[in-house]
């Protein structure tokens, strides 16, 4: 008797686990292109671009990357070789965005401003975008700071409808910047080992993203949604991918392009957020339905080592 229930719990187990690892679905949008950081050398940004879509292009990757066309400059003169990373990306047969032109926050500057700089943001994109047979069809918020007012926020939002371009939302927000901050510090200091340190927290504190944020999809919706990932163009990224992918593939995910995720329902959810925070769209939902706060407590910080050592006072 004892064996038999022993088995039926081992069964239930492999049965309830299956049905986790079935069917998980996720959009990898990476931001700040062409590339973020604070190297200027155009062979680090070169390295960087081929290193992060050689490993896009051996795990299948869809991704779409949201571009700040103010990195395309130097002094106010254009970059021809910063734009030929761009063309890299189309050519990779991956998607682009537009970030805006200088990644300020619409929390802190009017919203007319913010459009201006907005469609500033698009004036190579758009045809580089339309060069490689595609529509520019998403715009991701700096921070994803969607404004501190219902009104201002609905009046980008509107006029990003009548513009004909769609806002990316991210589900699984995490940090992934300070750890990159940390780990290009390190490499310009020549730490290996505060490298390596930094890597081995990274992936760890990514998956645990995953699972806060899966979490949050099954209590809102009584099912995981389609996910999408928020990462940027980091030499991190570049050089890890392969280790995120895997985790990715370990827990069941297949990569599927940004509209795709975006034909799951919970897309339509309604969304009364606004205020300071930069948060999930998990998140928004869940304040908008008045969830209990005891639902974002599995969403844990970057480790105090990645923050201190990356100078950042806090999250
Ligand atoms: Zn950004």
Redesign the pocket.
Known sequence: MRRILFSSIIFIFLLSNTSLLQGREVAITI??LPVTSIVKEIGFKQELTNNLLAKLKKYNVPAIGFVNEGKLYENDSLINERVDLLKQWLAAGLDLGN?TFS?KSLNRIPAKDYIEDLLKGERIVRGLIKDAGKELNYFRH??LHTGRSIEVRDSVENFLKEHNCRIAPVTIDNSDWAFARGYEKALLDNDSTMMKKIVDAYIPYIESKFEHFEFVSRELFGREIKQILLI?ANKLNANHFNELAKMMIKRGYKFIPLEKALEDKAYNSTDTFFGAGGISWLHRWALTEGKDKSIFKTDLPAPDFVMKYAGIESE
């Open positions: 931001d700040d970030h990644h700096p921070f940027h």
